[in-house]
Structures are given as C-alpha cells and as structure tokens.
C-alpha cells in the first residue's frame, strides 16, 4: 500500500502562517523534505490548490521572474520542483472543484477516495496541505508520516497547523536532522 506522507514548514509555536497570512520566513517552497525520489502523486486541499497552482504555474513559465509570495527569484530547488510537479498527478480533495489548469489534476470528494488511491499501485504521495486537510487527513487515520521544518522563530498569532485536530494522535520520532539557519526537519510515524 502506498503511504500518504504530509510535509509542513512551521515556526516553533506551531504555526504554519503568521497574523498576515503568510509564512514570511520561509524563504523557499521548495519539496525539503527529501520526498521527490519516493513520490509519484501530490494531494492537495480545494483552498490550497488555486494558489498553489498559480505559484508553480509561474515559476514554469517564468523562471527569472521574482515570485509572488517570497518576492525572490525562483531557488534552483523551487526550479526542479516546478519541473517535477508539471508533470507529476496532482489529486485535490474538494467538493466544489470541477476544473484546473493543469491537466494533471483529478478531483476526489471525500477520504474514501484518498484510502482508495492509497490501494492503487505506485510509489508514495506527497500530501501537500493546507492545515485543514492535514489535520482532517490525520483525524481520518489516512496519513502515515509527517515531515515537518521547524523554523527558529515564533510567530505569535496566527494560523497553527494543528488547530483543528479532533483528537490526540501518537507520533513514532523516526528521524532527527539539523539544516542550516537554525531549523530543524522532524520526521514522525502516525500510529
């Protein structure tokens, strides 16, 4: 069975947006979290998607152009993502969504379909967010690993990954590492 792993950038406190609703100290959005080699499907929430799409969308057709979100040009890692995701299955689990630009993209309407997707044969898919689909995802048992990076900051009010998690949920620590500027990358098991 394919694993679905979910992978967050966060501050300290846990939050995955600051009180302006964006997460100003990452300074790429890059996939950090070693996943590419394993993957071969992306999921992600109906509110992330539009700009999610439209960030990637950009950096594939304008690779020099600073993006809108961390006004930087494109990192090289952020480059090879756009790469790989333009071609890559992306799956957004909505309930109002009918159309994307990409062709790529296929629309599921519950978590029976993202156990289902789970069964079919392939490597493992990167559950990309947002927060209420992470949190739903975790709460439903369908999340098998969480890769987060930590930042060393605190960000005070804002949105926390975790805020709308129903229940308490086991994590197994299955790797520590130290990455420069201070943050951290957390991988845990869900039991």
Not at 110 to 130: N, T, W
Request: aromatic share 10%; with cysteine.
């Amino acid at each position: 069975m394919r694993k679905l792993i979910a992978g967050m950038k966060i501050s300290v406190d846990g939050k995955m947006e600051g009180p302006e609703g964006t997460a100003d100290w990452v300074e790429a959005w890059s996939e950090d979290y070693g996943l590419t080699p394993q993957i071969d499907a992306c999921l992600l929430g109906g509110g992330m998607y539009p700009g999610y799409e439209g960030y990637w969308t950009a950096i594939q057709n304008e690779p020099g152009t600073p993006a809108w979100i961390t006004g930087n040009a494109p990192t090289k890692a952020e480059l090879e993502w756009a790469s790989f995701i333009k071609k890559t299955p992306h799956y957004v689990l909505s309930n109002t969504f009918t159309a994307a630009q990409w062709p790529t993209t296929s629309f599921l309407r519950g978590p029976e379909q993202i156990a289902a997707l789970k069964q079919q044969p392939g490597k493992d898919i990167y559950l990309v967010g947002g927060a209420r689909t992470t949190t739903s995802l975790i709460d439903a048992g369908l999340v098998d690993e969480l890769r987060v990076i930590v930042y060393p900051l605190i960000a005070g009010e804002g949105k926390a990954l975790f805020a709308t998690i129903a229940r308490r949920h086991q994590l197994e620590l299955r790797k520590v590492e130290q990455l420069g500027n201070g943050r951290m990358s957390l991988t845990y098991g869900l039991s």
